[in-house]
């Protein structure tokens, strides 16, 4: 997905002001608490966490909130700053949100210190930076959790409540990436004090709540569930013909896509290899890489002289969807051992497609228990590079098993992953944190 239109234009934030009598954190009867988003990540980023973030905010303005966003300098995941945005800080609106873009740090090459530094680099700027009109209650977005501990510990002195919105554990990912007993520990040590600092914790999914609550010691009072959504509109223009043919698709190509980052835990490799064996093996499938990353340049080392495996930038709103739509398997790959760290914000709009899904992943991960909950796929070995080449040829040779599991895909995201259901469930959220009533929401659309 690509982020909604933008209309850039600077402005000085002037708002009226509510009673000084009301206090810090308080808003009056009848009117909903006015919210500051404050996250590394947003539009016109068109991946990752950047399209929630967006779309949240859009959400919650939409619901009758007063709504501002600090967040970053558009660099995901290109690890470039987007062309057009310069200087130390900017202002814009977006769809009606007044966003404040502060200049921070990009790594190169995103690696954990220098990625620390970013998040470093943002959140000092952030918490030093006015945070102009005074809000109800302020939620910050993880990732970046660092940049998230010093905009929490501004929040706590200014007295406003706040809440932390987690879409990765960053401790869970060292365990399952080797990152070292001594630094997970430190990492674990530092999840722990950030979540517990805030007012309430709202995460992702129940295998994320669980690991909060069982290894980071956070109050079960304290944190709750509520899904992403399926973020993706279709068009009923859509010619999946002139498609395929736009992107240079044969008709009688069998058409396996993966959408999204490519980084290290996306494990693309595996897809690599198994484009080579449906080289060697003359398959009709044809491997799609669309998106961008740290990981693609390498992979496309990786993949020369490969004739079943095609790389696509990202696309714009329409072209995303449209080509996705017009594949016949969508992918989705993780490294081996990855269980909690991450949900892949790819499900939701593939779920929305109405296409099987094959998810080369470790059959314990939450990712795997998103595709048995769903019915819309099949879960592989993500370490054997064949099983993914069966999977899709099977699907291939079994339309009607194929169009089974892609019916079960809107069906899920309808019933589990609403974008309705999702705002007014944060709007409701963030309205008893204003007032001091917070109770954790649990809206896991079971």
């Known amino acids: ?6 209309t850039r234009k600077a402005h000085d934030g002037a708002r009226d002001r509510r009673s000084n009598a009301l206090g810090p954190g308080a808003s009056p009867a009848g009117r909903l608490p006015s919210v500051l988003v404050i996250g590394l990540n947003y539009a016109p980023e068109p991946t990752g966490n950047a399209p929630y973030t967006t ?44 966003v404040r873009r502060l200049r921070h740090s990009v790594p190169a090459v995103p690696k954990m210190l220098n990625r ?22 302020v939620l910050v977005v993880s990732p970046g959790l660092f940049s998230s501990a010093l905009a929490i510990a501004k929040a706590r002195l200014k007295r406003v409540p706040v809440a932390i919105w987690i879409q990765d554990l ?42 909060a ?23 009923d223009d859509f010619d999946r013909k002139a498609v395929r043919e736009r992107l240079g698709w044969a008709e ?52 020369e002289g490969i004739s079943s495996l095609s790389f696509l930038k990202p696309f714009g709103d329409k072209e995303y969807t449209d080509a996705l739509r017009a594949a016949d398997v969508l992918i989705v790959n993780e490294r081996p051992q990855l269980r909690e760290m991450s949900v892949p914000s790819k499900l939701t709009s593939y779920f929305a497609t109405g296409l099987p899904v094959v998810a080369a992943t470790d059959p314990q991960s939450a990712t ?48 589990v992953l609403s974008e309705k259901r999702a705002i007014t469930t944060y709007s409701r959220w963030l309205e008893g944190l204003a007032r001091s009533t917070y109770a954790p929401i649990e809206d896991r659309g079971l």
């Not at 779309?55 to 057009?84: C, D, F, M, N, R």
């Not at 700027?125 to 209650?137: C, E, K, P, T």
């Not at 109050?219 to 068009?235: E, F, L, Q």
């Not at 069998?254 to 003359?282: T, W």
């Open 116 to 137: 620390l530094l970013m998040e470093l680099t943002f959140g000092l700027h952030s918490a030093l930076r006015s945070w102009g009109s005074s809000h109800d209650v």
């Open 252 to 303: 009688d190509e069998v058409i396996a896509l993966h959408a999204g980052n490519m980084g290290v835990k996306q494990g693309l490799e595996n897809v690599v290899e198994a484009a080579r064996l449906a080289d060697a093996f003359s398959s009709q499938v044809r491997f799609i890489l669309l998106g961008d990353g740290n990981r693609r340049e390498a992979l496309q080392t990786a993949s």
């Open 170 to 211: 960053y401790s869970r990912g060292l365990e399952e990436t080797g990152g070292g007993a001594l630094t997970t520990k430190a990492m674990k040590w530092a999840e722990a004090k950030i979540l517990g600092a805030c007012g309430a914790v709202t995460v992702i999914h129940q295998r994320f709540r669980d690991y």
């Open 1 to 6: 997905m690509t982020a909604p239109s933008l």
């Open 55 to 98: 779309k949240l905010a859009e959400g919650l303005l939409a619901q009758g909130h007063q709504v501002e966003v600090i967040t970053g300098y558009p660099h995901y995941p290109s690890w470039q700053i987007s062309p057009g945005y310069s200087g130390l800080a900017a202002a814009e609106m977006i769809n009606g949100v007044k």
């Open 368 to 415: 795997a228990d998103e595709i048995r909950a769903s019915g819309a796929g099949m879960v592989i070995d993500p370490q054997r590079p064949s099983a993914l080449l069966r999977a899709v040829e099977h699907l291939a040779a079994n339309p009607a098993e194929a169009a089974d599991l892609g019916a079960a895909g809107p069906s899920y995201a309808e019933s």
């Open 213 to 235: 609550i069982e290894e980071l010691s956070v109050s079960p009072s304290a944190v709750g569930v509520i899904r992403n959504w399926t973020h993706i509109r279709h068009t």
